[in-house]
């Protein structure tokens, strides 16, 4: 059984208050193979990590669009944001 747990976080829209946090991390905690979630409002971002053999980023991302949010980018550890990034 391997222990390689992943650690990433989601940049997410339309998260307006501390019960939009309490219901993403509540939907992806939920999900079989995620060790921990918590989001963050003030940041808008999910952070999760999961075991990439039992859940994969797609059904993480399925879980927050279900309940009316959207992951629309992977926000990397340096503050670097992937995706919507605006360049000069």
Request: with cysteine; proline share 2%; net charge positive.
């Amino acid at each position: 059984m391997s222990t390689n747990i992943r650690k990433e976080s989601y940049l997410v829209e339309g998260m307006s208050c501390s019960g939009c946090e309490r219901a993403i991390q509540k939907v992806v905690n939920n999900l079989e193979g995620v060790e921990s979630a918590k989001a963050d409002l003030q940041t808008s971002t999910v952070s999760v990590e999961y075991n990439p053999e039992k859940v994969n980023v797609d059904q993480i991302k399925s879980a927050v669009n279900k309940i009316g949010y959207k992951i629309v980018g992977e926000r990397h550890p340096l503050g670097r944001k992937e995706g919507r990034d605006d360049r000069a």
